[in-house]
Every structure is written in C-alpha cells, then in structure tokens.
C-alpha cells in the first residue's frame, strides 16, 4: 500500500501507534458523522511502527466491533492488513451507518455511549445531536424512535398480557414494535415500562370553575397502569343517583360508564406524546373534561370524528390496546360516547385546536351552570311546576292549569318560560304535547 504522507489526522482521518479499546470510540464517531479511515500501526506524528501480531489483532478488532457496538456497524466497517515500507499496520475504513447513533452496548443510547467526529478528535455527542440523528435514521413518528432511556421494565405491562393470556416475551415485544428487530427498545416500549416520563393529572374542582381544589392526583408508570389507576378514580367520582318512576326505582350514574372509560382510551391512545405536557383530566360539579395534547391528524376534521372515521397517530400503541381488547376497531369511541347519551338533552362536546383536544361530558344527574344561573331567579309558579315534575315525571299543560288554579294561557307562558332555560323538555305538539324535566 502506498500511503499518503500528507495525509493528516481530520475529520475523517486517525492514526493509532497500537490496538486499544479507544478504537471503538473511533469507529463509532466515524459510523455517525461521515465516515473516515484508521490506520492502527502509525503514529501521531506519522512515524510507521507497525502491528505485531496483525492476524490476532484483527481478529481482536473484529470481534470487538461485532460485540460492544450497536446496532450492527460491521456491514459499514472494513478492516484490512497492509503493508507499508516493510511495515504491517491495519486500515479500518469506516463508512457512515445507515442506523445511527451507533453506540457502545454496555452504555446505551445517551451522550456518555454516542461519539461523532470533532475535527481531528472523537467527542461524546449531545444529546440534540443524538435526538436529530434518531430522527433523521427513525422517522418523525414519536413511537417508532428509538427510546434514549433502553433501562426499561414491564411489570405492569407484563400483568395485563398475562391477564389475557398473550406472550409477553421479546419476540413478541418485536412484533408489537416495543423493540426494535436489534432489540433496541422504541419509545413505545418507553410509553408501557414502568419508566414512562408522561403522565395523567387528574383535578376534582368546587363548582363549575377552576377555582377550588377538592382533590388532585398525579398517575405515573406504563400507560396502562395509568389507564387503570385513573378509571379507578373515576369510578369513584361517578356517584349514582336513584330516581323513583311510578312503582319503580331506577338508578343512574352521573356520567355513562362507557362513555368515562372511551374518553379516557381516547386521551390516551391518540395523544400527540412528542410532547411533554400531561393529559389533564378535571372534573367539576356539571362536567368531565378530558383534554390530551395535539391537536386532530392533517385532514380530519370534528365531522369525520363523528362519523367514525380514524386516522390513529400511535398505531402501534393502539394496536397493542386492541390486542389486550381494551379497544375495538378504530374509529368506534366517539361515536360509542354520543350513543351513551341517546335521551339526554346535554350531550358530549368536542373541541380542537391546533395542539390540543378536548372531550367534555355533561354530569347527567346535575344542573348544568347555565341552568343553575337560570333557577336562581325561579318564580313561585315556577317552583310549582318543577315540584309537580318530581312527583310525576311527565305532565300535559292541563294539570299546570289544574295544581296552579290559572288561566290556559298563563300555563303555557310558565312552561315555555321553563323550557327557554332549559330545565323542561317538550314532547310531540299540539294537543298531545307533553313536558318533562330535562334529565
């Protein structure tokens, strides 16, 4: 081999007296920056001193780069014994890997494993320069990127799979896309270990506004230790209330058990988890707001939402919550909500911008804000109207006449009068109208 003289230690150039562990640093920063060549039997000032035993040192070379590196950078690395002025040294030319980061094993991915090329020396990368090179390798989705946290466990997670019976181990973590066919875990396997950093802040308030707390909690872990934690407490705010119709008693929840647990799915499963905000949920005395971050995927819009159409932005983690049938077929829950309040005069809201989304389901055992505004200034015939509801359920305008001893006309200017605040509903018209109170 004839070598370059000029040739000096740069970017994509180094020279090494000897074979040490450092090597691996060097092939590294080469494999993440822009390739480069090492000749191993030179010296920094470009004196030649040549390798002793170069079959074992190749071999040690070898060995080393198939072992402590990750993922695999060997097909990117050549290594060849030359000779040079009677001479052996070894040349490791090194092409930029199509993986990267490249890293050492027994450090991971994170600064103190990750090298890149500095000028002439091999620095530990930071940690921007490793997000952008997982981004550019990986993709924009945030659950296919590999996690830079690879310390991971799944004790919860690994309790609902074994609940439902599935295989837990890698081979099927790989085919969840928990990991990735190097055994590199993604963020999705981030999102179910127990090292998850997103989590569910969940407020109870006073009233109808954000201005008194009556309680706060915070969910942390796998998501579905979050899933499971939060409908817990759910349930527990859901109370039930009993309502008397004819000889019966008939009991009903404030919010549709479905509805609370799809919302829930909802602000879990398509939230936008490149962010780091939590997914808050509060609840007030008339209403549930569930509100996740990121906004609606391009080109769905609130009316295709209704419709049932999906367009999943963790498909791999919705994929693993129907395969633990948590979830249906995509594209069910919204509608599933808006059908659990068929008969409710209050239904669920939908709302989005461009970063956030946000669910609100009314309490259907309570007065809304409005309403409650609007009974505040009830007149006396009003009362009576409302007390006569209770007792009945469903009456026509002749008993308003009847109970209030008044004049056709003024009973149906009480009732219309209840009607416009909302707190009576009107059932089918003219002689066969009916008036109930609104649930």
Known sequence: MALDMKRVEDLTTEFKREYTEEIKKTIIAFANTAGGTLFIGIDDNKSIVGVDN???????????????IKPDVSLFVDCKIEKVKKAVIIVITVQRGTLCPYYLAGKGIRPEGIYVRYGAASVPATETAILNMIKETDGEKYEDVRSLNQDLTFIETGKFFKAEDIPFEQNQQKTLCLQTTDGVYTNLGLLLSEQSVHTVKLAVFEGFDKEVFKDRREFSGSLLKQLEDTNAILDIYNRNHAKVKGLYREDQRDYPEDALREALLNALVHRDYAFSSSTLISIFDDRIEFVSIGGL????????IMLGISVPRNENLANVFYRLRLIEAYGTGIPKIMRSYTGNTRKPELQATDNAFKITLPNRNTLSQKQVKNKAHFTMSEEKIIALLNEH?????????????????MAVRHLR?????GLIQVVGEGKKTRYRKTP
């Open 54 to 68: 170069p079959d074992d040192t190749l071999l040690k070379i070898n060995n080393s780069i198939r072992s402590a």
């Open 393 to 409: 359920n469903e009456i026509v305008r002749k008993d308003v006449e009847d109970a209030l001893l008044i004049s056709q006309a």
């Open 417 to 421: 009068g209840l009607a416009d605040k």
């Open 297 to 304: 995927p391009k080109g769905v819009s609130l009316n295709d």
